[in-house]
Every structure is written in C-alpha cells, then in structure tokens.
C-alpha cells in the first residue's frame, strides 16, 4: 500500500513537500514509484518517477528545475520536493507504484501503475 501526505495551501512562490510511504517488505529503493496529479475535468498527468533499483528520476516539462523527487530509505519513503510553486500547480497529486521497472514515455503511461495511494490536495493561492 502507498500512503501520500504533504498537501496544503501555499502562496505562489512557496514550497512544498509531499511523502509516499510504502508498506510491506520491500524497499523503496526497489520501486518504481511516481507521482501523478489532477485537477476536476482532466484527466491524471505525470509529473515525476523514481525508477526503482538505481533507474533514474524524470519529470514532466512544465515542473523540471521546480521539483525534486528523492528516496528516504530509512522511512520507505517517496518525496517530492516542490519549490516556486505556480498556481496552475493546484491539484491533487497521487503517488503511484508499478510492477516493472520502465524507461523514458514509458514511464507516463497511467494505466501501468497498478497501485494508489490516495491523493493529497495541494492549492496554490495566486
């Protein structure tokens, strides 16, 4: 199971950092966990994945020099640091994590992750 956290009101400009914590026995440097988000009326867009076993970390275009996405090992957890937030950042963002290990646009592909946590809510007051 994924648990995501971190959501809240920010002004435009600030941070944020969510957590994904996995439960169960294997490590998080195992997974393959991204973090998805959406807004009512659209459909759930990629923002950032940590390809599990040392693959490597992307991100979606419009959050690349604003977020970060990390392991804490010790925790078991997924984080994504979130800076200069905009408002057009405001939605609820989903941790997500795959069986398989993916690389490039494979990794965007939403139907390919097969476990949810839920979302958590992060507004971005303008």
């Known amino acids: 199971q994924l648990q995501a956290s971190g959501g809240g009101l920010v002004q435009t400009g600030g941070s944020l950092r969510l957590s994904c914590a996995a439960s169960g026995r294997t490590s998080i440097n195992q997974l393959t966990v991204a973090w998805f988000r959406q807004t009512p009326g659209k459909e759930r867009e990629f923002v950032s994945v940590?390809?599990?076993?040392?693959?490597?970390?992307l991100y979606a275009d419009f959050v690349k020099g604003r977020f970060t996405i990390s392991r804490d090992s010790a925790r078991n957890t997924v984080n994504l640091q979130m800076n200069s937030l905009k408002p057009e950042d405001t939605a609820a963002y989903y941790c997500a994590k795959r069986r398989n290990r993916c690389v490039g646009s494979a990794c965007y592909n939403v139907d390919a992750y097969d476990v949810w946590g839920q979302g958590t809510l992060v507004t971005v007051s303008s």
């Open positions: 940590a390809v599990g076993s040392g693959g490597n970390v």
